[in-house]
Protein backbone atom coordinates (compact mmCIF):
# COMPACT_ATOMS: atom_id res chain seq x y z
CA UNK A 1 0.00 0.00 0.00
CA UNK A 2 3.02 2.58 0.29
CA UNK A 3 4.30 1.88 -2.90
CA UNK A 4 0.73 3.11 -4.00
CA UNK A 5 0.67 6.98 -1.97
CA UNK A 6 2.29 10.00 -3.75
CA UNK A 7 5.36 10.64 -2.81
CA UNK A 8 5.77 13.87 -5.12
CA UNK A 9 3.40 16.90 -6.22
CA UNK A 10 4.10 17.66 -10.15
CA UNK A 11 3.09 20.83 -12.17
CA UNK A 12 -0.19 19.83 -14.51
CA UNK A 13 1.93 22.17 -17.16
CA UNK A 14 4.73 19.74 -16.68
CA UNK A 15 2.32 16.82 -16.90
CA UNK A 16 0.56 17.83 -19.73
CA UNK A 17 3.96 18.73 -21.70
CA UNK A 18 4.95 15.18 -20.85
CA UNK A 19 1.85 13.56 -22.18
CA UNK A 20 2.48 15.64 -25.46
CA UNK A 21 4.92 13.77 -26.48
CA UNK A 22 3.09 10.51 -27.46
CA UNK A 23 0.90 10.14 -29.83
CA UNK A 24 -3.04 8.60 -29.66
CA UNK A 25 -1.90 5.35 -30.77
CA UNK A 26 1.04 4.84 -27.69
CA UNK A 27 -1.19 5.20 -25.32
CA UNK A 28 -2.81 1.57 -23.65
CA UNK A 29 -5.21 0.19 -21.53
CA UNK A 30 -4.07 -2.44 -19.88
CA UNK A 31 -5.94 -5.65 -18.46
CA UNK A 32 -5.90 -4.24 -15.27
CA UNK A 33 -7.56 -1.01 -16.05
CA UNK A 34 -11.13 -2.01 -15.99
CA UNK A 35 -11.32 -4.52 -13.47
CA UNK A 36 -13.23 -2.67 -10.93
CA UNK A 37 -16.26 -1.96 -13.44
CA UNK A 38 -19.20 -3.86 -14.23
CA UNK A 39 -20.08 -4.89 -17.83
CA UNK A 40 -22.04 -1.64 -17.97
CA UNK A 41 -19.74 0.58 -16.72
CA UNK A 42 -17.25 -1.24 -19.29
CA UNK A 43 -19.25 -0.01 -22.33
CA UNK A 44 -19.14 3.91 -21.40
CA UNK A 45 -15.71 4.53 -20.13
CA UNK A 46 -13.70 2.79 -22.76
CA UNK A 47 -10.08 3.30 -23.69
CA UNK A 48 -10.55 5.73 -25.96
CA UNK A 49 -12.61 7.76 -23.35
CA UNK A 50 -9.92 7.95 -21.02
CA UNK A 51 -7.27 8.44 -24.30
CA UNK A 52 -9.43 11.79 -24.90
CA UNK A 53 -9.32 12.03 -21.43
CA UNK A 54 -5.66 11.85 -20.91
CA UNK A 55 -4.78 13.80 -24.44
CA UNK A 56 -6.95 16.82 -24.18
CA UNK A 57 -8.49 17.36 -20.65
CA UNK A 58 -6.03 19.28 -17.88
CA UNK A 59 -6.14 17.50 -14.87
CA UNK A 60 -5.83 19.62 -11.30
CA UNK A 61 -3.54 17.57 -9.12
CA UNK A 62 -0.74 15.64 -10.58
CA UNK A 63 1.44 13.55 -8.33
CA UNK A 64 4.06 10.64 -8.95
CA UNK A 65 3.85 7.48 -6.13
CA UNK A 66 6.41 5.72 -4.70
CA UNK A 67 6.05 3.04 -7.54
CA UNK A 68 6.83 5.22 -10.18
CA UNK A 69 3.37 5.14 -11.59
CA UNK A 70 1.70 9.05 -11.82
CA UNK A 71 -2.29 9.78 -10.28
CA UNK A 72 -3.19 12.06 -12.31
CA UNK A 73 -6.74 13.85 -11.12
CA UNK A 74 -9.41 15.70 -13.49
CA UNK A 75 -12.94 17.33 -12.81
CA UNK A 76 -15.22 15.16 -15.00
CA UNK A 77 -18.35 15.68 -16.29
CA UNK A 78 -20.34 11.98 -17.17
CA UNK A 79 -23.43 12.14 -19.88
CA UNK A 80 -25.54 13.36 -17.41
CA UNK A 81 -23.70 16.27 -16.58
CA UNK A 82 -22.69 14.94 -12.99
CA UNK A 83 -19.77 16.59 -11.80
CA UNK A 84 -17.37 13.43 -10.36
CA UNK A 85 -13.59 13.63 -9.19
CA UNK A 86 -11.63 11.17 -11.61
CA UNK A 87 -8.47 9.46 -10.21
CA UNK A 88 -6.64 7.80 -13.45
CA UNK A 89 -3.30 6.17 -12.73
CA UNK A 90 -0.67 5.97 -15.32
CA UNK A 91 2.79 4.47 -15.99
CA UNK A 92 4.94 6.70 -18.53
CA UNK A 93 7.89 4.95 -20.42
CA UNK A 94 10.18 5.75 -23.39
CA UNK A 95 7.31 3.90 -26.05
CA UNK A 96 4.15 4.11 -24.23
CA UNK A 97 1.83 5.24 -22.05
CA UNK A 98 -0.19 2.84 -20.00
CA UNK A 99 -3.36 3.41 -17.98
CA UNK A 100 -2.72 1.13 -14.81
CA UNK A 101 -6.08 1.75 -13.43
CA UNK A 102 -8.87 4.53 -13.03
CA UNK A 103 -11.94 5.30 -10.57
CA UNK A 104 -14.28 7.89 -8.94
CA UNK A 105 -13.35 9.58 -5.64
CA UNK A 106 -15.02 11.60 -3.20
CA UNK A 107 -13.97 15.02 -2.66
CA UNK A 108 -12.28 14.46 0.90
CA UNK A 109 -10.28 11.03 -0.77
CA UNK A 110 -8.22 13.88 -2.92
CA UNK A 111 -4.92 14.11 -1.40
CA UNK A 112 -3.23 17.06 0.18
CA UNK A 113 0.22 16.93 -1.42
Avoid at 29 to 49: K, V
Wanted: a positive charge; proline letters at 2%.
Amino acid sequence: MFETRIKEKIEVEDFKNLIKKYQKEQIECTTHTFFRLSTTQRNFYTCEELTRILLKDTPFLVGTQFNGNYAVFYHYKNKENEKKTLKMIISVDIRKVNIVTFYFIEEWQIPQI
